[in-house]
């Protein structure tokens, strides 16, 4: 299907997949499955198993012809830090590259150790000046990047 999408989400006691293809304004779901997590796939909310998931994820993706080429991964961890900033408007490059520089001004976090992004939430106007809230998010690489490469793969 061209125009599906699988959502995954891996839990330490179960793997949620989810196909959906969009019709109009809706979502339709095509497929959906509900296993088990493999005994030494997650502990503490990080994947340390990456073959046992990838096989139970694979597998359960052939048994159901899962067609989606297209992922969405959910991430959940305590460790994940998410925050609402309000700044001077900026374009989204120089955003990028003050999170870069000065991480420390908006998140407590140590830039090597976490991946970080943004969204702008809005734009408005406080004392003639233009501003914009937004909504800062840090997650540590040892969540994300284990999960990066078991879609990739």
């Known amino acids: 299907m061209a125009g599906s999408i699988i959502g995954i989400e891996i839990g330490s006691k179960r793997i949620k997949l989810i196909e959906v293809t969009k019709q109009a304004a809706t979502l339709k779901i095509e497929r959906f499955s509900l296993i088990k997590t493999p005994r030494d796939g997650i502990i503490n909310g990080v994947i340390e198993n990456m073959d046992s998931i ?31 900033a309000v700044v001077d408007k900026r374009p989204e490059k120089v955003m990028r590259q003050l999170l870069a520089i000065r991480p420390e001004e908006y998140l407590p976090v140590e830039t090597s150790q976490y991946q970080i992004d943004f969204k702008v939430l809005r734009e408005f106007q406080e004392e003639g000046l233009d501003k914009q809230e937004m909504l800062l998010v840090a997650a540590p690489n040892n969540n994300i990047l284990p999960v990066v490469s078991l879609v990739e793969k």
């Open 54 to 84: 990838y096989q139970a994820i694979a597998k359960e993706m052939v048994v159901k012809r899962y067609k989606a080429k297209k992922a969405v991964v959910l991430v959940q961890s305590s460790s994940i830090i998410i925050r609402n």
